[in-house]
């Protein structure tokens, strides 16, 4: 004869049902759930990469070509104003741990319009455009150790480098003006950098979300930066190239994966 297995409530003294409950779910989840805690990370994808989308004003210094003369041909054409430059920046970072030290590849983008003159001076409907393309090569290092070690968010860090600046310059019909002497509104310069900057690590603001888009996405960090930084961008000694430097700022997201 069957007889009905008999059945005792068990409990655990002082902590309540749905407490042991809670417990049981959070020992039995998910191993991200181990994985993302925002007070002790257990775990971080490895780290060799960076990339920064940098955007900031800028004023090719073309008219220092001509100081100590009259001449001014970029304020002429183009005026006093910046205008924005756009830029992208891959890093490759080989050390670690001790500061972060890179070796960068940048490209970017400007462009401004301006109204021709005429022969008396004054403005005319014409108008021309300046485009550059700026190609860099950079050494990065960044001093994160205090963020590895301590948490601290701030990042300062230094860059320097070489430049070569593709520039172009077109009349209102969209050609290559050429000049009666042999020139022609295109070319290339070569040129210099070098910047200091501090970047804001965003991780402490939401540190669950920053790691689990570690754990998803690769990305170790996202910071936001401020830049300063010396474009000498006038030939490396060659004469006759166009200037097309400036001394500006930068700001923008620096992602590290």
Do not use: C
Not at 26 to 36: H, K, N, T
Not at 124 to 142: A, E, F, H, N
Not at 150 to 177: E, M, Q, R, S
Not at 211 to 238: I, K, R, S, Y
């Amino acid at each position: 004869m069957k007889t009905a297995a008999k059945t005792r409530a068990v409990t655990v003294p002082g902590v309540p049902v749905a407490v042991a409950f809670a417990l049981a779910l959070a020992w039995s989840g998910p191993a991200q759930a181990q994985v993302v805690d925002d007070a002790h990370p257990l775990y971080r994808t490895p780290q060799h990469f960076a990339l920064e989308l940098r955007f900031g004003p800028y004023s090719p210094d073309i008219d220092s070509e001509f100081e100590g003369t009259d001449r001014h041909p970029h304020s002429d054409f183009f005026g006093n104003s910046r205008r924005l430059m756009s830029q992208i920046e891959f890093d490759y970072q080989f050390l670690r741990h001790v500061g972060s030290a890179a070796v960068g590849l940048g490209i970017g983008y400007f462009k401004e319009t301006g109204n021709n003159r005429g022969p008396d001076g004054q403005l005319t409907k014409d108008w021309s455009t300046l485009r550059l393309i700026p190609v860099s090569l950079s050494g990065v290092y960044r001093f994160d150790l205090l963020y590895e070690r301590f948490n601290v968010p701030l990042v300062p860090y230094g860059k320097i480098g070489f430049d070569y600046v593709i520039w172009t310059i077109t009349n209102g019909n969209g050609d290559i003006p050429d000049d009666p002497a042999g020139g022609r509104g295109q070319g290339g310069t070569l040129g210099w950098h070098a910047a200091v900057g501090l970047s804001l690590v965003l991780d402490f603001m939401d540190p669950i979300t920053a790691q689990q888009f570690d754990v998803e996405m690769g990305v170790n960090h996202t910071h936001l930066f401020a830049e300063l930084g010396h474009w000498n961008v006038n030939g490396l000694g060659q004469s006759n190239r166009l200037h097309v430097g400036d001394t500006t700022w930068v700001g923008g997201l620096l992602f590290e994966f």
